[in-house]
């Protein structure tokens, strides 16, 4: 037996959201709050993990040094 899962509130929302009829533009600036908004929050839990580890700008500079020559060593 397959089980649907009940909808999100997330979900439910969108759904209400959607029964509107909106122009091009309106839905290209709702595609941009929400993209925004899950960036903010991505952006949020990155810089908390950063802090966490006590990371630095050096660090990510190392970093991005390692993959650039991984990259270049590789062809890409």
């Known amino acids: ?3 649907q899962k009940p909808l999100t509130n997330l979900q439910l929302e969108i759904l209400k959201l959607y029964a509107v009829e909106l122009t091009e533009d309106e ?3 709702l595609k941009n709050v929400l993209a925004r908004h899950f960036a903010d929050r991505l ?4 810089d908390h993990i950063w802090r966490q580890k006590g990371l630095t700008p ?3 500079d190392r970093w991005l040094n390692d993959e650039k020559s991984n990259l270049i060593s590789a062809g890409c």
């Open 1 to 3: 037996m397959n089980r």
């Open 27 to 29: 839905l290209m600036d």
């Open 43 to 46: 952006s949020k839990r990155v």
């Open 58 to 60: 050096e660090d990510m």
